[in-house]
């Protein structure tokens, strides 16, 4: 494809999915003048990052894939971690976007400086470019809680983001802090390993058995024999899943009931010992915090040599960890999957805007983005999975496609000379956030629990709509919502 000479040079910042996502979308459309501006030494952000034990997507990997990198080969229903990893290591070399991709860069500041960006990078190199684009990821930074006494401890100690893999499990005793998505996996792959293990509860949650199942060979030589198979399948799995859990988490229904009925007899069937069943019961509805699929977390924690803890944790010490009851649980490792600072969005780079005014400044009653993808003041910047995108149990992967492609047509309209800069207005974004404000009250979100759903104001920061309206409301460009020059 020949693209007009005065096409824009793209930074973007980060080499995870969505960065991956939106350096595949620039280079299938012909564009070659961009970066990739990454910090670590390999892609695969999240993935890269969390190599825990029993790490696994629980979104089905036909579905967890790019429309256009289709992968006939995946093992099973759910891939592993190091399957996804190795899936976006592959897809990065194929595709040619390794040639963009600037590693161990990690940007320190953007700046407007009312044409382009300029960039600093923590090491004092400086680049420039037209259009920015932010594909950071929501679960970057380990968030470590505020335990007292957290340094004292004598053994191992590290977040699940931070695995440290030269310590030994087997036969060590192992404490777990957290029962997020994180804490049940690393719990299920640890039961009988560790002796004991203990698992530190603050609030229990709600579990949907989704077994983990392998592809034949047989349907994996099919998939790559007929291409047209996995698509199909690929559709398949994106109708299932807005059909189910798309209107599950946004509105009471059928779908709501159903997936609260399956998460309740589950327990109630799996787990006969009521005072343990007790434990493991949530003070919450089902999907309020992020749903959690497992069907090893509640054989796991039947087992002998596994003690789900739920007496407040007051301290660690050197030797293990302190419960309000006053009992210390003796530990040679432990591990803290107490999740991430979901609000870290850009940080701790900063990015400036029009009139010097920063990202931090113009966020500070929370984030609000025009329509998930843009910000007012900051002109020709754009973010993939950005504030409010539809992130509830949904494929990340399919709204930083929707995402990327959206920022291409703003790009066309840049490369073809219509427009040199493009800012959403204060006022379409103001309009677009109080809508969804406005639709927040249906959804499970707000039916009363804690989670790094929610914004600083208790406000969940998520999509209160269907995904299909999501890929309808950026289609197109809609210039009247926006300033443009
Ligand atoms: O983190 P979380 P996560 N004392 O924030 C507890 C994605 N993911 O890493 O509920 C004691 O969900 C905290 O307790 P409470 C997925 O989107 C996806 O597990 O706040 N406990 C909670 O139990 C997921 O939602 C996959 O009371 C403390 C836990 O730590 C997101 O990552 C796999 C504490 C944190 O849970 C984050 O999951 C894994 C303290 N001081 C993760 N502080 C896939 O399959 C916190 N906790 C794609």
Same mark, same amino acid.
Request: glycine share 8%; charged share 25%.
């Given at each position: ?35 990739? =501006? ?9 993935? /890269? ?12 990997? /036909?579905?967890?894939? =790019? ?169 398949? =799995? ?6 189910i859990f798309g209107h599950a988490v946004i509105e009471p229904g059928w779908q709501r009931d159903a997936v ?86 850009? /940080? ?27 910000v007012p003041g900051f002109p020709n910047f754009f973010t993939l999975i950005g504030p409010h995108s539809p ?95």
């Amino acid at each position: 494809m020949t693209l007009p000479a005065n096409r824009p040079r793209v930074g973007i910042i980060g080499a995870g999915m969505s960065g991956l996502c939106m350096a595949a979308t620039l280079r299938r459309a012909g564009y070659r003048d961009f970066v990739v =501006y990454e910090k670590a030494s390999e892609v695969g952000g999240t993935w /890269r990052d969390n190599t825990y034990p029993g790490l696994s997507c629980d979104v089905p990997s /036909r579905f967890y894939s =790019y429309s256009f990198a289709p992968n006939a080969d995946w093992t099973r229903n759910f891939a592993s971690g190091e399957e996804i990893e190795r899936y976006f290591v592959r897809v990065t070399d194929e595709l040619g976007l390794r040639e963009h991709i600037r590693f161990d860069t990690e940007l320190a500041s953007a700046r407007w400086d009312g044409a382009r960006y300029r960039l600093r990078s923590t090491d004092g190199r400086t680049d420039s470019v037209d259009v920015l684009v932010s594909a950071t990821g929501i679960l970057r930074e380990p968030k470590l809680p505020d335990i007292p006494g957290l340094d004292s401890f004598d053994g191992a100690a590290f977040h699940s983001a931070r695995w440290d893999h030269s310590v030994a499990l087997k036969g060590k005793r192992v404490a777990v802090v957290g029962t997020g998505s994180t804490g049940v996996q690393i719990t299920g792959a640890l039961a009988g390993v560790a002796k004991p293990l203990y698992l530190f509860q603050r609030t229990a949650q709600w579990i949907l058995p989704m077994p983990r199942l392998p592809y034949s060979p047989v349907s994996r030589a099919a998939l790559k024999l007929v291409p047209g198979l996995n698509k199909l399948s690929y559709l398949g =799995y994106q109708r299932i899943m807005e059909l189910i859990f798309g209107h599950a988490v946004i509105e009471p229904g059928w779908q709501r009931d159903a997936v609260s009925a399956l998460c309740r007899s589950y327990l109630r069937t799996t787990v006969r010992d009521e005072e343990l069943r007790a434990k493991l019961t949530p003070p919450d509805e089902p999907m309020c915090k992020r749903l959690i699929m497992s069907t090893a977390f509640y054989p796991a924690v039947r087992r002998r040599d596994v003690q789900v803890v739920t007496d407040k944790i007051v301290a660690v010490e050197p030797k293990g960890v302190r419960t309000a009851d006053g009992r210390v649980r003796e530990a040679d490792v432990l591990v803290l999957a107490t999740g991430f600072d979901a609000h870290a969005f850009l /940080r701790p780079m900063e990015l400036v805007g029009e009139h010097g005014v920063t990202l931090e400044q113009a966020w500070r009653d929370g984030p609000r983005a025009y329509r998930t993808v843009a910000v007012p003041g900051f002109p020709n910047f754009f973010t993939l999975i950005g504030p409010h995108s539809p992130i509830g149990n949904h494929s990340l992967i399919a709204i930083a496609e929707t995402q990327a492609n959206y920022v291409l047509r703003w790009l066309d309209e840049l490369s073809a000379g219509r427009v040199r800069r493009v800012a959403p207005t204060t006022e379409a974004t103001e309009r677009f956030n109080s809508d969804l404000r406005d639709s927040m009250s249906g959804t499970i979100w707000t039916s009363g629990c804690d989670s790094w759903y929610l914004g600083p104001d208790g406000v969940p920061e998520l999509w209160p709509w269907t995904p299909a309206r999501h890929r309808r409301m950026l289609a197109e460009p809609v210039p009247t919502d926006f300033e443009l020059a």
